[in-house]
């Protein structure tokens, strides 16, 4: 007998006193919570988001199409960054007033080259201010998972309102599971010493959050 | 079929283990910080959810039917990881999943592997099993780094090194890190960001280098055969996505029906377990991704693990267990584990969820199984905080009941019948006896006026097995009479006190 | 109102004080008590050390012997949830085992109308200034199963705060466990005696001369563990505070 046989046997003997239920899926788990916390308005949701945000450290940095460069620029000089990865996809404008070297996210690049490499700039699939997670799903602007990984410093531009959700239910909705997909909230951290919580471990050190004001531009394009 | 191993050797019971760990002042100063700082933070986090009731009622249901339909969910796995590109592997027991995994490690060539804190690995004594077949793995989570590095046992679910504090971490670091890699820099403080500091650069060298990850999971979703894994380092996404080959060690208790059940536990789960309102990084991922993409491993393998969860889900009080999402806010509120460590469970899973996960899924029949189910007061703390509503209490009282009185349970999938304890017979008199008079109140007032006319000889300490009690504590004095003696002088058998017109009379005191 | 008082095993023989203390503090309030005399114990020990067979018996006397009263009052936390908690879970799983409904249908009568005493004073006499006077500083212990098994929430407190003359103080860690957990106390006695030993230093900071909680059997081990400290501070049931008035005022 395999074991799968095996452990699909033992599963069905276990379960052999539990009376028969055929309630469909939906019908059988109430889900009386909530489906955000708190109101609706945008204005609102963009500085809970910057709000949380903070809380865990990200930094966090508004502005408008118009001014989108020169922030990158700034944020990159700030680290001393010598070089940047670009994911494919990215607005080029974005990096227009950047002085550090553009090095594209290609699939043979190694991780060794990756660790020498100073910033990363992406946009992200969608943002949840409850939480002040940032949710990347390798679409356009975004690359591949490593890439905001490894290097020390990663810039990530939100459009808001449009990129922006309350909360973790509405995030789910917005997101496809067949991508491969990253949630951020804040530099990486531990809590390993003494239960307590320590920004910077492995991921990068320093994240800095761009909240663009789109409010008149095109929709963010949907991921593909 | 081997027995059912979860990573550490035979251990002495409860009480013997966690008498040394209370009179340990350093340990149970570093518990006492660590669980109090994190106790509050959970209560804060939580707070901030008015739904935190409904939700944590709707992550109870979701595992309860995942568990009543678990045969179907894993079919339904299985299919799910094998169209998206993944291979899965079934485990009846520790040794067959060790095999499994270091057959395919030897596979593609490479003698080590860089590891994702998992219980489920740890639980089947991996690391342990590769290093015999020559291969190394390299704990990557900081706190299970300690232990590694320490040579010690992971003592708490969340935070494997919960019982050391700042200052013995760094002592671990100086000592050892130079042995297993890059070491410490010199100069090495204990300010936990330097810790931290050291533990970045002593790792990065073998994540870049790494061939092979290894890993658990929080959650698979059935309906999309994504996997979840929940941290906050960073050395989770290391070990997901920088190797070639990646190998995820789950329970079959990990599954969740759908996409968006997962609304539930990224709720609760970061709350209850870091007293966050999101951990820093999550990563899901569905099998594997096309050559065009070429995001993250290109092979993948996910191994479902039995060993004892089978036989754990057959019983029906017992298999609330399996609801557990490994958050640890029961170890962090429980007022036993802050005194007695984690240690002192014999088992990588300690604390209130500990003993009762470990004497299912291993039995009861080892020294240190038969003593989990009593190592708790039931004060409930745990079960009030528990974010899938597992009665820890109810399990644990019909887990003293299997020791005390035997009875049937399933070991590796066939019923069997437990004999009682034999530790127990001089309890399972006493209890009888004591059921015997209780049952009588005649006996009982006997037992009372005897008791009674003794007082005065009553010790202040008691030999034999009442020096547990008097060892620490005075006996409460005997009084002359028990109250049904003095009812029965004032009001007579069957009479009644009755109630006193206004305020001040007072007839119902003793006077005569 | 007439009600039967369930003094439980321990009280009876070893704190006739509180028994007393009930009658007087009901029978002044306009009640009137009955100790029906085949009471004994609930079971709750055979129950939590595992001998669920063993504590039937138990649970269908004290169904016999309650059965005929509209309220059973009890000074107990611990003992209030066996009856109101355990006694349903008692029926269940003699029904899971193939014995039918007849516990369950023998025990279910008593359940709701069994009443931990702040229960009664507070939800059922609808009083909290039950006209006592204690001028002393005490604080006050919630003990586990009143806490989270009965939800007694502050009912104890808004008891304790109508009292004339009594200082209360906050207790530091007060909804910890005490370490008592019934045979807890002998079979794991270091751990118990050092949460015994937390929560008698905690009280010992408030500067309260009595340690108050509805709960004898915690008073016990932490009267136990305060005389063996060589503590000033008392131990005393609640309903010996709550019984106390200036006429005739509690030692």
Redesign the interface.
């Known amino acids: 007998m395999?074991?799968?046989d095996?452990?699909?046997?033992?599963?069905?003997?276990?379960?052999a006193?539990?009376p028969r239920?055929d309630t469909p899926?939906e019908q059988?788990?109430?889900?009386?919570?909530?489906r955000r916390?708190g109101d609706t308005d945008a204005g609102r949701t963009v500085a809970l988001l910057a709000a949380?945000l903070a809380?865990?450290r990200a930094d966090v940095h508004r502005t408008d199409p118009a001014g989108l460069p020169e922030l990158v620029a700034r944020l990159l000089a700030a680290r001393g960054a010598d070089s940047v990865v670009v994911p494919a996809g990215l607005d080029p404008g974005w990096l227009a007033a950047a002085a550090a070297t553009a090095v594209p996210d290609r699939?043979e690049s190694?991780?060794?080259e990756l660790?020498r490499i100073d910033s990363v700039v992406t946009g992200c699939a969608v943002a949840?201010a409850?939480?002040?997670?940032l949710v990347l799903d390798?679409g356009p602007g975004q690359g591949?998972?490593?890439i905001t990984?490894?290097p020390d410093h990663h810039v990530c531009v939100v459009r808001v309102p449009a990129q922006v959700v309350s909360s973790?239910?509405e995030a789910?909705e917005r997101l496809d599971?067949?991508?491969?997909?990253?949630?951020?909230?804040?530099?990486?951290?531990?809590?390993?010493?003494?239960?307590?919580?320590?920004e910077?471990?492995?991921?990068?050190r320093a994240l800095d959050v761009v909240l663009l004001a789109d409010g008149d531009g095109p929709p963010p394009e949907p991921a593909a | 079929m081997s027995e059912t191993f979860l990573g550490m050797p035979s251990f002495p019971a409860f009480p013997v283990a966690a008498r040394a760990a209370v009179q340990d002042g350093t340990l149970r100063g570093n518990l006492r910080h660590a669980t109090h700082t994190i106790r509050a933070k959970r209560a804060k986090a939580v707070a901030e959810l008015p739904d935190w009731a409904e939700l944590r009622e709707a992550g109870r249901r979701i595992k309860d039917h995942t568990l009543r339909h678990l045969d179907r969910y894993l079919v339904q796995v299985e299919e799910a990881v094998t169209a998206a590109g993944g291979t899965v592997h079934w485990a009846a027991d520790a040794t067959e999943a060790n095999r499994i995994v270091a057959g395919l490690v030897r596979a593609t060539g490479e003698s080590e592997v860089v590891k994702v804190k998992s219980m489920a690995t740890q639980e089947i004594g991996l690391n342990e099993a590769l290093e015999a077949e020559g291969i190394r793995a390299y704990e990557t989570d900081l706190a299970e780094l300690i232990v590694q590095l320490g040579r010690d046992r992971p003592s708490h679910i969340l935070v494997p090194a919960i019982h050391r504090n700042r200052g013995e971490i760094r002592d671990v670091f100086r000592s050892e890190m130079g042995r297993w890699g890059r070491a410490a820099p010199d100069g090495l403080t204990d300010e936990p960001a330097d810790l931290a500091e050291a533990a970045r650069l002593h790792l990065r060298e073998k994540f870049l280098r790494a061939r092979v990850g290894v890993s658990g999971a929080n959650f698979v979703v059935a309906e999309t055969g994504t996997l979840v894994v929940v941290e906050s380092e960073g050395n989770g996404r290391m070990c997901l996505t920088l190797p070639e080959t990646l190998i995820s060690v789950v329970g079959i208790e990990k599954i969740v029906p759908t996409w968006r059940d997962l609304e539930v536990f990224l709720q609760t789960l970061p709350r209850s377990s870091t007293a966050e309102r999101m951990n820093p990084y999550t990563s899901m991922w569905t099998g594997t991704t096309d050559a065009e993409t070429a995001d993250g491993p290109r092979e993948f393998h996910l191994v479902l693990l039995d060993n004892g969860r089978t036989d754990t889900l057959a019983d029906e009080v017992g298999r609330q267990a399996l609801r557990c999402i490994r958050c640890s806010a029961c170890l962090n509120v429980c007022p036993v584990y802050e005194r007695a460590g984690g240690h002192a469970y014999g088992s990588v899973y300690p604390g209130p969820i500990g003993a009762i996960l470990s004497p299912q899924l291993r039995g009861t029949a080892s020294a240190v199984d038969a003593s989990l189910p009593y190592a708790s007061s039931l004060c409930g703390a745990c079960y009030e905080v528990c974010p899938v509503a597992i009665d820890i209490p109810e399990v644990l009282v019909h887990l003293r009941e299997r020791v005390a009185e035997g009875g049937r349970a399933t070991r590796e999938g066939s019923t069997v019948v437990l004999r009682p304890a034999r530790g127990h017979a001089v309890e399972r008199a006493a209890m009888r006896a004591a059921r015997w008079a209780l049952t009588r109140p005649a006996a009982l007032r006997t037992g009372q006026r005897i008791a009674g006319r003794a007082r005065r000889l009553q010790p202040r300490s008691l030999p034999g097995p009442g020096r547990a009690w008097s060892a620490s504590r005075d006996l409460p004095a005997v009084p002359a009479e028990p109250f049904r003696d003095w009812w029965r002088r004032i009001y007579g058998a069957g009479g009644t006190a009755a109630a006193r017109p206004g305020p001040g009379g007072d007839t119902g005191k003793d006077t005569r | 109102m007439r009600v039967a008082l369930f003094l439980t095993c321990v009280n009876d023989t070893l704190y006739p004080d509180t028994g007393r203390a009930v009658v007087r503090l009901l029978t002044r309030l306009g009640v009137d008590v009955d100790f029906p005399m085949g009471q004994t114990c609930c079971g709750q020990a055979h129950y939590n050390t595992g001998y669920r067979h063993e504590a039937e018996p138990l649970a269908r006397r004290f169904a016999d012997v309650f059965r005929g009263y509209e309220a059973i009052v009890t000074p107990s936390g611990s003992c209030g949830a066996m009856v109101r908690e355990l006694y349903p879970r008692l029926g269940e799983r003699a029904r899971a085992e193939g014995r039918g409904d007849t516990l369950a249908a023998a025990l279910a009568p008593v359940v709701p109308r069994t009443y931990e005493l702040t229960e009664f004073l507070v939800d059922v006499l609808g009083v909290t200034d039950v006209g006592a006077c204690y001028p002393h500083r005490v604080t006050y212990h919630p003990t586990c199963h009143g806490l989270r098994a009965l939800g007694l929430g502050d009912r104890p407190g808004r008891l304790l705060r109508a009292v004339r003359g009594l200082d209360l103080v906050e207790l530091p860690g007060a909804e910890e466990c005490c370490g008592f957990g019934g045979t807890f106390a002998v079979k794991n006695p270091d751990v118990s005696a050092a949460m015994g030993a937390d929560k008698v230093r905690h009280a010992e900071s408030t500067g309260a001369a009595v340690l108050c909680a509805a709960d004898n059997s915690c008073l016990m081990h932490l009267g136990g563990t305060l005389t063996r400290m060589g503590s000033d501070v008392r131990p005393v049931h609640l309903a010996e505070i709550l019984a106390s008035t200036e006429k005739e005022p509690a030692v």
């Open positions: 395999s074991s799968r095996r452990i699909l046997g033992r599963v069905r003997r276990a379960l006193d539990v239920d899926y059988a788990v109430p889900r009386t919570y909530l916390h949380r809380d865990y699939p190694t991780p060794r660790d949840v409850e939480t002040g997670t390798g591949r998972r490593r990984l490894v973790v239910p789910l599971p067949a991508r491969p997909l990253t949630w951020i909230s804040g530099p990486s951290a531990t809590s390993d010493i003494e239960l307590d919580r320590v910077g471990v492995h991921g990068p």
